[in-house]
């Protein structure tokens, strides 16, 4: 298809084009920039256009495409992954729901363990082992939340060093 064929006929698709837009992104602002950027890639992609076809099909299977594109980008850097030990569950065994008297006794040595670190450690880390968000925590303590983050960090390899022997 020649470039001027190309350019007519995607300026005859952009109210079509913006419709399908915003049936995808459900935003005015959001399919203005599909919109833009669909007819972006088309003039570049021109040649890749294969004569006697739906040039409208094509267009709009380049929109829909991008928005996919996009929509896993997004997804892909919201996306945190936690990589610290989760010592709320301890990496206990899930063999047996039943409490043996092993277990019991790990269990004990480790509220032991807890109680004994400093004040400065134990409190928030008590907190978020009880469910509470570093902002949280940051806040009721009136305290930075790296401060925080850090202290619980420290609470954690300090009781790793210390049960570093048990089978948890």
């Known amino acids: 298809m020649a470039t001027k064929k190309v350019e007519d006929e995607l300026l005859r698709l952009q109210k079509n084009m913006y419709n399908f837009a915003y049936s995808l992104t459900l935003n005015s602002e959001d399919a203005d920039d599909l919109l833009q950027d669909t007819s972006l890639r088309v003039l570049d992609n021109q040649e890749k256009f294969a004569e006697n076809t739906n040039f409208k099909g094509w267009v709009l299977t380049v929109m829909k495409n991008i928005f996919i594109n996009n929509y896993r980008k997004i997804v892909r850097n919201q996306t945190m992954i936690d990589q610290t030990e989760d010592l709320y ?6 063999e047996s729901s039943l409490i043996t008297p092993d277990s019991l006794c790990v269990m004990n040595e480790l509220i032991d363990g807890i109680e004994h670190l400093p004040e400065e450690f134990r409190t928030p880390f008590q907190m978020h082992i009880d469910g509470y968000k570093y902002e949280e925590i940051a806040e009721e303590m009136n305290l930075p939340i790296g401060t925080v983050k850090s ?6 390899k300090k009781l790793q060093k210390d049960f570093v022997d048990y089978k948890l």
Do not use: G, K, P
């Not at 569950?89 to 899930?94: D, I, M, P, T, Y």
């Open 89 to 94: 569950h301890l990496n206990v065994s899930q």
């Open 151 to 156: 202290r619980i960090f420290w609470a954690r």
